[in-house]
């Protein structure tokens, strides 16, 4: 989901620098609120579950575009079979193909150690893909995702009151090596609640609905907004809060994309491989340094095990050292 709302700065580019070419977005319908406000974006919906399952589903879907709408141009953001198969079925018949160079090597670079240099994000890959097309295109100025006005104004109802700070918090991430321990995310909330007044707003995945419940329980004047809304409506949650605290997850994509600011907490992943919350200052990514601990990071999507065995990138990451961070950043 993450890579779907990064497109967005760029779609929205496209949009504005060539208004005469008409572009045909192929992606699952529950994302189509991430591109809602993108005017001239034409969608369609693949049902890959079902009629558009397998090979064969492959070539069903092909042909279903093609008698919707003229392709000249196939832009390849995604790069794995499924849309490895769909563009051969283009590239057959004359389209001109453009992929995005995901730069796995350099990446393997990064988590072997052998480079700490800072990679290209992946807005700018998309953007590249682009100009390999003939498209030269700059990703456009935010924010990128904006909610519709009746989620908008739904969210503004509930977060207005007066004299507290809204704060986001997504503490859980699909894998391990990204997710900081429960506990140091509790106490950094106590922290925060300590000296400011504040309401947090928890998000993150339906599959993580139960264990934010229980993460609610632990935090006074919390708020769990799975399953009681919409993906609109969380979008206008998130564009009305006064910052967000995130692991790296979609959570952090959405709320940066919808100009909100956005501290985000690293473990054995690192933005320098290209996956940094879009457009926010670097201070605002929080880890262990990588001079001080060497191995960071180790995975570039957060798979895999820790190697030395302890998760030290998150264990040692305290919630007083995040607390400092935050109150010498003066974003309260």
């Excluded at 007044?197 to 229980?214: H, Q, Y």
Aim: proline share 5%; aromatic share 10%; hydrophobic share 40%.
């Amino acid at each position: 989901m993450g890579d779907v709302t990064l497109t967005t700065p760029v779609l929205i580019g496209m949009r504005k620098q060539y208004p005469d070419i008409e572009l045909v977005l192929l992606t699952r319908s529950a994302y189509k609120p991430f591109f809602a406000s993108i005017d001239g974006l034409r969608f369609f919906f693949p049902d890959f579950k079902n009629q558009h399952k397998g090979l064969s589903g492959l070539k069903r879907l092909y042909k279903e575009i093609n008698d919707q709408a003229k392709i000249d141009m196939v832009v390849d953001l995604h790069d794995v079979l499924r849309s490895k198969i769909l563009r051969s079925f283009f590239r057959l018949s004359g389209v001109t193909i453009s992929v995005i160079d995901k730069g796995r090597p350099e990446k393997k670079s990064a988590i072997r150690g052998v480079s700490k240099a800072r990679l290209k994000h992946s807005v700018e890959r998309y953007c590249d893909a682009f100009y390999r097309a003939g498209l030269p295109v700059t990703p456009s100025d935010g924010p990128w995702i904006i909610p519709s006005s009746e989620a908008a104004k739904k969210a503004g109802i509930m977060m207005d009151t007066p004299g507290v700070m809204n704060i986001g918090v997504a503490p859980f991430a699909k894998h391990r090596l990204k997710m900081w321990p429960e506990e140091n995310m509790v106490r950094l909330l106590e922290l925060i609640s300590e000296k400011h007044k504040v309401k947090f707003w928890l998000f993150g995945g339906v599959e993580e609905s139960g264990r934010l419940d229980m993460f609610q329980a632990k935090i006074p004047g919390s708020f769990n907004t799975i399953g009681k809304f919409n993906l609109d409506e969380e979008l206008a949650l998130m564009s009305k809060l006064d910052m967000m605290i995130a692991m790296d997850s979609s959570n952090m994509h959405m709320a940066a994309l919808t100009g909100v600011k956005v501290i985000s907490i690293w473990g054995g992943t690192d933005p320098l491989c290209g996956f940094g919350a879009w457009m926010q200052p670097e201070n605002f990514s929080i880890s262990i340094p990588g001079d001080e601990l060497t191995c960071r990071p180790c995975t570039v999507y957060g798979k895999g095990e820790c190697r030395r065995g302890d998760l030290a990138c998150l264990v040692w990451l305290t919630p007083e050292i995040v607390y400092q961070k935050l109150d010498k950043l003066k974003i309260w």
